[in-house]
């Protein structure tokens, strides 16, 4: 599988963004898909996950209440809202899949085998 991720770009402080990944070569069934995020001097952060099939969802502390991961089957689309956008949550947003990831590795990056490039949320006061 191949991943396009879209849809990030500038935005206020609490202001609202909605990413998308999107696969190609294949559907996302059977795969876990991660979104993570890295800004400048940082290291790479787990940001949300869902497993397609079933659709159990996880998230950072840090974004919980305020993104949702969710999927869009009829499109083969792995969508991340993010509502309440803080300054901190500047970063390039990225995705990645794996079809063999245990639950608890899900928040690792190293456990996925697929990334996708990154794209930019920009949040200013």
């Known amino acids: 599988v191949q991943l396009q991720a879209s849809g990030g770009g500038p935005v206020q402080a609490g202001g609202s963004l909605r990413l998308s990944c999107a696969a190609s070569?294949?559907?996302?069934?059977?795969?876990?898909v991660g979104w993570f995020r890295q800004s400048p001097g940082k290291e790479r952060e787990f940001v949300a996950g869902?497993?397609?099939?079933?659709?159990?969802?996880y998230y950072a502390d840090s974004v919980k209440g305020r993104f949702t991961i969710s999927r869009e089957s009829a499109r083969n689309l792995v969508n991340l809202q993010m509502n309440s956008l803080r300054l901190e949550d500047t970063a390039v947003y990225s995705c990645?899949?794996?079809?063999?990831?245990?639950?608890?590795?899900?928040?690792?990056?190293?456990?996925?085998?697929?990334w996708g490039q990154g794209t930019l949320v920009t949040v200013s006061s």
């Open positions: 070569g294949r559907t996302f069934s059977g795969y876990t």
């Open positions: 990645a899949a794996s079809r063999t990831i245990i639950q608890s590795s899900i928040r690792m990056a190293s456990a996925y085998a697929t």
């Open positions: 869902i497993k397609w099939s079933g659709g159990s969802t």
